[in-house]
């Protein structure tokens, strides 16, 4: 079956370390987006890549790098200068055009120990 | 720009009760517009979409309407259990390709036996 796979579900981090969190797909989307969610929060686009070797920030980039070498592979590094880290990171993926929706995966949980 | 507004929960009912999430949105243009769930601990999944104006999506006993004269795609179903515990986002997408997938703040919903 196709879908977006993220690992690990859970990570947890020591303050001051990189961590990269990996998404991988299988639907042969172009565009995939990174989100963060924080408790009882709505959805953060943290950064997205419609393309390979292409990326652009979100909302909330500070702190994170990605890149897409890629179609299938998305990851992302939390670096040791996003000062509040602890959160939900929820990777997803879409055709990029019109009227499609995105496909999600299940999620991974970080916490800064 | 555009932007997707959902009624503030949580929302508290018990089984078998009638269930509304209002969801009204702004755009430029005429957007599809889909409803995800997300469960505890989770990734979000696709429960229905509606294309343009007076279609009605459908999934598991959920309906939504997509109502241009009101920019509203209202949530609804007849009878809840205690497994639709959840957060539901409305969202809107417009046709163009590149462009993102706009959330809603999330409503969660719990659901007592």
């Known amino acids: 079956d196709g879908g977006i796979t993220q690992s690990p579900k859970y990570l947890f981090r020591k303050e001051g370390q990189n961590v990269t969190l990996s998404c991988e797909q299988n639907?042969?989307?172009?565009?995939m987006y990174w989100y963060r969610q924080d408790p009882g929060q709505g959805l953060r686009l943290i950064y997205y890549s419609q393309i390979v070797n292409d990326f652009q920030k979100g909302d909330i980039a500070e702190g994170y790098s990605v890149s897409r070498e890629k179609k299938e592979s998305f990851p992302l590094t939390v670096t040791s200068a996003q000062k509040n880290p602890t959160a939900f990171y929820l990777c997803?993926?879409?055709?990029?055009?019109?009227?499609?929706?995105?496909?999600f995966g299940s999620g991974t949980r970080l916490t800064v120990v | 720009g555009d932007s997707v507004t959902q009624m503030e929960g949580p929302v508290t009912l018990s089984e078998e009760a009638f269930l509304t999430i209002n969801c009204t949105y702004t755009?430029?243009?005429?957007?599809?517009l889909f409803w995800y769930v997300q469960y505890p601990g989770e990734g979000l999944q696709l429960l229905l979409k509606a294309t343009k104006a007076d279609d009605k999506g459908s999934n598991k006993g959920f309906e939504a309407t997509y109502r241009k004269e009101t920019t509203s795609f209202h949530l609804e179903k007849g009878s809840v259990q205690v497994s639709d515990s959840a957060v539901y986002f409305c969202a809107l997408i417009m046709g163009a390709a590149g462009n993102k997938l706009t959330f809603g703040g999330g409503t969660r919903v719990l659901v007592k036996p």
């Open positions: 997803a993926s879409s055709i990029g055009e019109g009227s499609g929706g995105y496909t």
């Open positions: 639907l042969n989307h172009d565009a």
């Open positions: 755009a430029t243009g005429y957007p599809s």
